[in-house]
């Protein structure tokens, strides 16, 4: 089919009960994208568009493996799509429209936080992996932005990293800034068809972040089956820069270089249970300490922490897990932020019924707390999400009873107890409940709603205790024991509508319950 562009927009119905057909987009026999789509008609669930601004007064063939006949509701339209769904997050970035996964390219450059992110425009499955954009001054309230990276012929976008170039090291421009990401060659039919695999490369912003434009030739060349994620930072001590990338199965590389272009290995290793998303940083003990202590960290929130002299990653620790739940993954923390280590994780919440897929956790704090165990990592709400709190209401529990209904608001629930022997507490919200049982020193987080749930999460009872629950539209962020136990759960995906009660065998010093301001 031919559509002759007179509008800046390609709009694509989709429907999510329909297979998946592959879209090949021709410009003057030139091909200029590749879409897999679940293809509908006017009944599908919901529209999703493409950017062909640069093709207006131009023809664009589509050719594809499903009936012609089909491709006749796709049309041009002189503005984007405006989806709106009622249970969108309040307090969580997701996309508009689409599938999200990874975050990536997390920079702060010039007073602004850049979140990209891996984004399927064109459905709410996997697949045609482009970067997505998003910009904020606290990383709590985001404004979406165009798409900056989209599939080529060497590969489908996958994740990777920011970097700001303050002293023009790489040679593109002082404060350029730069993201190395993965182009996934035989990821999608265009790379297959040009012969590429997996391959490590460059891409530049002279614009702020607003534009990216892919450069020429690879950072790093095909290494071993699915290598990708690469993370980098400036290490200090050695006087250089320093790339952490995953390989294949449990391995790891680290690399090194003096301008940001060329690089050399300097470590390969192994460890068992860890895949993908790798990230290496330094994190200090406790509140107020100078000591610090190096932790490799990888997607499923597996980490092992150790030293690092810019070379060489030395492990002291077993492989220890950071997530108590399996929705969070693929975490990243921010280059360009000086005294802090500021984390962002993927939450694979399915959202069934809405023209999206996926969201970002509440970026976090991460610090280290030393025990008898060794070091774990803690999380902290950042200060940015804290500012949001609308009054506090405190409440000394008489009847050892509260209950409410939620108004539509997001709300944080935060309870300390002291030293407890017996006894437990159980928080219920909508379907999801926090079963806190101080003489087994276990938490049940017990989820019955549409994603059924439980998880069993042991605690020290002999030592004071407490959560901080934060309750959004479709997520639930949960952090107990100043922050060592992190998890997230995906409750009814009306949840804010749902009551809210608590019950307790045992006397809880502090309860505090906040409304959350929404970002919408």
Same mark, same amino acid.
């Given at each position: 089919?031919?559509?002759?562009?007179?509008?800046?927009?390609?709009?694509?119905?989709? +429907?999510?009960?329909?297979?998946?057909?592959?879209?090949?987009?021709?410009?003057?026999?030139?091909?200029?994208?590749?879409?897999? !789509?679940?293809?509908?008609?006017?009944?599908?669930?919901?529209?999703?568009?493409?950017?062909?601004?640069?093709?207006?007064?131009?023809?664009?063939?589509?050719?594809?493996?499903? $009936?012609?006949?089909?491709?006749?509701?796709?049309?041009?339209?002189?503005?984007?799509?405006?989806?709106?769904?009622?249970?969108?997050?309040?307090?969580?970035?997701?996309?508009?429209?689409?599938?999200?996964?990874?975050?990536?390219?997390?920079?702060?450059?010039?007073?602004?936080?850049?979140?990209?992110?891996?984004?399927?425009?064109?459905?709410? !499955?996997?697949?045609?992996?482009?970067?997505?954009?998003?910009?904020?001054?606290?990383?709590?309230?985001?404004?979406?932005?165009?798409?900056?990276?989209?599939?080529?012929?060497?590969?489908? /976008?996958?994740?990777?990293?920011?970097?700001?170039?303050?002293?023009?090291?790489?040679?593109?421009?002082?404060?350029?800034?730069?993201?190395?990401?993965?182009?996934?060659?035989?990821?999608?039919?265009?790379?297959?068809?040009?012969?590429?695999?997996?391959?490590?490369?460059?891409?530049?912003?002279?614009?702020?972040?607003?534009?990216?434009?892919?450069?020429?030739?690879?950072? %790093?060349?095909?290494?071993?089956?699915?290598?990708? +994620?690469?993370?980098?930072?400036?290490?200090?001590?050695?006087?250089?820069?320093?790339?952490?990338?995953?390989?294949?199965?449990?391995?790891?590389?680290?690399?090194?270089?003096?301008?940001?272009?060329?690089?050399?290995?300097?470590?390969?290793?192994?460890?068992?249970?860890?895949?993908?998303?790798?990230?290496?940083?330094?994190?200090?003990?406790?509140?107020?300490?100078?000591?610090?202590?190096?932790?490799?960290?990888?997607?499923?929130?597996?980490?092992?922490?150790?030293?690092?002299?810019?070379?060489?990653?030395?492990?002291?620790? $077993?492989?220890?897990?950071?997530?108590?739940?399996?929705?969070?993954?693929?975490?990243?923390?921010?280059?360009?932020?000086?005294?802090?280590?500021?984390?962002?994780?993927?939450?694979?919440? $399915?959202?069934?019924?809405?023209?999206?897929?996926?969201?970002?956790?509440?970026?976090?704090?991460?610090?280290?707390?030393?025990?008898?165990?060794?070091?774990?990592?803690?999380?902290?709400?950042?200060?940015?999400?804290?500012?949001?709190?609308?009054?506090?209401?405190?409440?000394?529990?008489?009847?050892?009873?509260?209950?409410?209904? %939620?108004?539509?608001?997001?709300?944080?629930?935060?309870?300390?107890?002291?030293?407890?022997?017996?006894?437990?507490?159980?928080?219920?919200?909508?379907?999801?409940?926090?079963? /806190?049982?101080?003489?087994?020193?276990?938490?049940?987080?017990?989820?019955?709603?549409?994603?059924?749930?439980?998880?069993?999460?042991?605690?020290?009872?002999?030592?004071?205790?407490?959560? +901080?629950?934060?309750?959004?539209?479709?997520?639930?962020?949960?952090?107990?024991?100043?922050?060592?136990?992190?998890?997230? /759960?995906?409750?009814? $995906?009306?949840?804010?509508?749902?009551?809210?009660?608590?019950?307790?065998?045992?006397?809880?010093?502090?309860?505090?319950?906040?409304?959350?301001?929404?970002?919408?």
């Amino acid at each position: 089919m031919r559509i002759h562009i007179v509008e800046p927009y390609l709009w694509m119905p989709v +429907d999510k009960k329909e297979p998946e057909v592959k879209l090949h987009f021709y410009c003057e026999d030139v091909k200029i994208q590749e879409v897999d !789509i679940q293809l509908g008609g006017t009944d599908g669930d919901f529209y999703t568009f493409m950017d062909v601004s640069n093709y207006l007064g131009r023809d664009i063939t589509i050719k594809g493996n499903v $009936e012609e006949d089909k491709l006749y509701y796709i049309f041009c339209y002189g503005e984007k799509v405006q989806n709106v769904y009622p249970f969108r997050p309040q307090i969580h970035f997701a996309a508009k429209t689409g599938w999200i996964n990874d975050p990536n390219g997390l920079v702060f450059a010039d007073g602004i936080y850049h979140l990209y992110h891996q984004w399927n425009p064109y459905g709410v !499955i996997w697949g045609n992996m482009h970067w997505g954009h998003a910009v904020s001054k606290d990383m709590i309230v985001w404004e979406h932005k165009p798409m900056v990276m989209e599939p080529d012929a060497y590969g489908t /976008i996958f994740s990777g990293c920011g970097w700001q170039d303050k002293d023009n090291v790489a040679g593109f421009g002082k404060n350029a800034l730069l993201f190395f990401y993965t182009a996934s060659g035989g990821d999608n039919q265009w790379s297959i068809d040009s012969g590429n695999r997996h391959t490590q490369r460059l891409a530049v912003s002279l614009d702020g972040g607003e534009t990216l434009q892919k450069t020429d030739g690879v950072i %790093l060349e095909h290494i071993a089956a699915g290598n990708r +994620d690469p993370k980098i930072f400036y290490h200090n001590k050695s006087g250089a820069y320093v790339m952490v990338l995953f390989l294949d199965a449990y391995e790891f590389a680290v690399f090194r270089s003096p301008n940001l272009r060329q690089w050399h290995e300097t470590q390969r290793f192994s460890a068992e249970g860890m895949q993908e998303c790798p990230d290496l940083f330094e994190l200090p003990v406790g509140n107020g300490t100078a000591a610090k202590k190096w932790v490799f960290w990888s997607a499923d929130g597996y980490y092992l922490v150790g030293d690092f002299d810019g070379y060489r990653f030395t492990p002291e620790s $077993e492989v220890l897990s950071a997530y108590r739940t399996k929705l969070p993954y693929a975490a990243q923390t921010y280059a360009g932020i000086d005294d802090r280590i500021i984390s962002v994780a993927w939450l694979r919440t $399915e959202n069934e019924r809405g023209n999206y897929k996926g969201m970002m956790s509440i970026p976090a704090e991460l610090s280290l707390v030393e025990s008898d165990d060794g070091y774990r990592i803690r999380f902290s709400l950042i200060k940015e999400f804290i500012k949001r709190r609308r009054p506090c209401e405190e409440l000394r529990l008489q009847e050892k009873e509260i209950e409410m209904l %939620l108004k539509g608001k997001p709300i944080e629930v935060i309870l300390k107890w002291g030293v407890r022997k017996t006894g437990c507490t159980r928080v219920l919200i909508g379907k999801v409940c926090f079963d /806190i049982q101080f003489g087994e020193g276990k938490i049940q987080v017990i989820n019955q709603g549409t994603h059924s749930e439980t998880v069993t999460i042991s605690f020290d009872s002999d030592s004071p205790f407490d959560m +901080d629950i934060v309750v959004d539209q479709g997520v639930i962020e949960f952090y107990g024991s100043d922050g060592v136990i992190y998890g997230a /759960i995906e409750p009814e $995906e009306n949840i804010l509508h749902k009551k809210f009660a608590l019950e307790s065998e045992v006397e809880i010093e502090v309860v505090q319950i906040y409304e959350i301001l929404s970002v919408l």
